[in-house]
């Protein structure tokens, strides 16, 4: 990783493990007993892929750069970028990078994981696939995209929609993830695959295998694409049958449910992050994360109460919580959610997520970050389940090399 003058070095004093996590947990700071349950009404009160182990020497030095959200942001002049970064996924190159890719086809870059700057604002034109679709309507747009590596290639895969106008999945190609991407249009529309809301593409990896969790409270489902992952295993009527339903439910709109699935891997377990309630409305914003887990990652994947996501429904969400700014009047976030997740050199687990904030009079969504501490149960969350906001605090931890 590229270093900034402001980093402050720390010597190992013993062996890290790049995907060996902690062995000691931290226990879950107190919330009022309303917010602790896995089930939590959407009108409850407020709330004030793995890699193989890689062995680094004693000598090497981490660093850690020190952050408050929300993150600082900067255009090509290099002053503030003030406009929205919604749906973030990270992910980690292989040229010393760290890209966060967000709605609108809007590309971040980063050499220290706290500070970005604004490496492309459109990424790859605008699709035209689905305008067919939705004739004479305007805002198509890419929404909520991932970025994966399968062989020498990577590749990213978008949602095609507007508010009410889902289209469906596509998916460009590059031979560095900085692009240039070329755009190979659909993977699927929601008619073909049998989901009404399919956006939200995740990826994961594993053992040769690549799936792809997609969906947004209308279910969560999960199918595998083929090796090289510009097509579905086993062809698209094949994937329609035997998708999974991972969270949530088919049925009508229900924002007591998900969208903006996560996955992760951790000691044996899957875990899938998921965002409930309302993204995108300021103060009114109820969004917030929960978590579950599986030793499958076809499910069923279950809170630290044994619920099952699939059983949420009709203003239950069930979950661990893991993030939540709350309702009302005086908070300084509203609307948390929508994550993804770095694992740093020391093992350490941070989640990047979006959010309204006051600084701008909660305009628009920007981008924030914050630690996973980890219960005694074994489930993720933030630290008081609350956003920090203008709190200095040290970022993620990475091996200079």
Not at 122 to 140: K, V
Not at 194 to 199: E, H, K, L, S, Y
Request: aromatic share 14%.
């Amino acid at each position: 990783m590229k270093r900034q003058k402001s980093w402050v070095g720390i010597l190992l004093t013993a062996l890290l493990f790049g995907c060996s996590p902690k062995t000691s947990v931290s226990t879950a700071a107190s919330v009022p007993a309303s917010e602790t349950p896995s089930a939590v009404s959407v009108s409850s009160a407020s709330v004030s892929a793995p890699n193989s182990v890689s062995e680094v020497s004693t000598s090497m030095v981490a660093y850690q750069a020190d952050y408050s959200n929300p993150l600082f942001v900067t255009n090509a002049s290099g002053m503030e970028y003030k406009s929205e970064v919604a749906d973030p996924a990270l992910v980690r190159g292989d040229d010393g990078y760290l890209y966060i890719f967000a709605t609108g086809r809007i590309v971040l870059r980063s050499d220290d994981g706290v500070s970005f700057s604004l490496f492309s604002s459109s990424i790859i034109d605008r699709p035209t696939w689905g305008d067919a679709m939705y004739p004479g309507t305007s805002g198509i747009e890419v929404w909520a995209p991932d970025v994966v590596k399968v062989g020498d290639q990577w590749i990213y895969y978008y949602a095609l929609s507007g508010w009410g106008s889902c289209c469906g999945i596509g998916y460009a190609t590059a031979d560095q993830i900085s692009g240039p991407y070329t755009d190979q249009g659909k993977l699927f529309s929601y008619s073909e695959i049998g989901v009404n809301n399919a956006i939200d593409p995740c990826l994961y990896q594993e053992d040769g295998h690549l799936y792809m969790a997609f969906g947004s409270f209308q279910g969560i489902y999960l199918v595998e694409l083929t090796a090289d992952g510009m097509g579905l295993e086993g062809g698209l009527s094949y994937q329609k049958e035997h998708k999974t339903l991972i969270a949530g439910y088919a049925g009508d709109w229900d924002g007591s449910t998900y969208e903006g699935t996560y996955l992760i891997k951790k000691d044996g377990y899957y875990y899938f992050f998921g965002s409930a309630g309302t993204c995108c409305e300021s103060t009114a914003s109820t969004y917030r994360v929960y978590v579950a887990r599986s030793k499958s990652i076809t499910g069923p994947y279950l809170d630290q109460n044994g619920h099952r996501l699939t059983d949420s429904r009709s203003g239950t969400t069930y979950g661990s919580l893991v993030v939540w700014a709350g309702t009302g009047d005086g908070h300084s976030v509203y609307g948390p959610g929508h994550n993804s997740v770095l694992k740093d050199d020391e093992g350490n687990y941070w989640m990047y997520y979006h959010g309204y904030h006051a600084g701008d009079n909660y305009q628009t969504r920007h981008l924030l970050l914050d630690k996973l501490l980890w219960d005694t149960k074994g489930f993720p969350y933030v630290e008081n389940y609350v956003p920090s906001y203008q709190e200095d605090k040290q970022g993620p931890a990475f091996v200079a090399i």
